[in-house]
């Protein structure tokens, strides 16, 4: 597990969100790990080797104990303006979200892949087997390579905001199924 989580942050390193939580690759990777733990919990986690996954929250709202826990680990993880700037993130975030997506839809955490392998499909690889499933889904993203991968594998462009902690554009895109 801790060589994907240490390609999925190398894959994550640039990215606005990640960047704004203020760590160094390691501190990158235990928070990919923390994320991979939840994502067992309450979804699943699709990986190969050491070279990427795709960490998926399928199950419902894991409720209010689940979300201390988490914020504890992340709170070792991160600095205390981290920690803070990740709340007011998924805080704002989740907000933006409300009215839409259809209840009971898949999100989409996470998905990395060791930079070294991006382009040749490991992507559609990692993602294949959930979306197989023919369950609505949902991610976010701030890249526009990334949206236009997304969009390859059937995902509509639902939103687009501007996250104000980072000042960068993100758009929401959601994934009808089957």
Not at 44 to 73: C, N
Request: proline share 6%; glycine share 12%; net charge negative.
């Amino acid at each position: 597990m801790r060589a994907a989580c240490e390609a999925v942050a190398d894959s994550l390193a640039e990215d606005p969100f990640y960047v704004a939580l203020g760590v160094d690759r390691a501190g990158l990777a235990d928070y990919v790990e923390a994320s991979w733990r939840e994502a067992l919990s309450i979804g699943r986690v699709d990986s190969f080797g050491g070279e990427g996954a795709a960490l998926w929250m399928t199950g419902p709202d894991p409720g209010e104990a689940a979300r201390r826990t988490k914020l504890g680990e992340f709170s070792r993880i991160l600095s205390p303006s981290g920690l803070a700037n990740y709340q007011r993130m998924v805080a704002g975030m989740d907000e933006r979200l409300q009215g839409l997506l259809p209840e009971g839809v898949w999100y989409l955490s996470i998905l990395g892949v060791a930079p070294a392998l991006q382009g040749q499909g490991w992507g559609a690889r990692l993602l294949g087997p959930a979306l197989a499933c023919g369950h609505p889904s949902y991610l976010e993203t701030f890249g526009e390579r990334s949206l236009r991968f997304y969009q390859r594998l059937g995902y509509e462009v639902r939103h687009r905001f501007l996250e104000p902690v980072t000042d960068s554009p993100y758009w929401v895109l959601f994934h009808p199924g089957k």
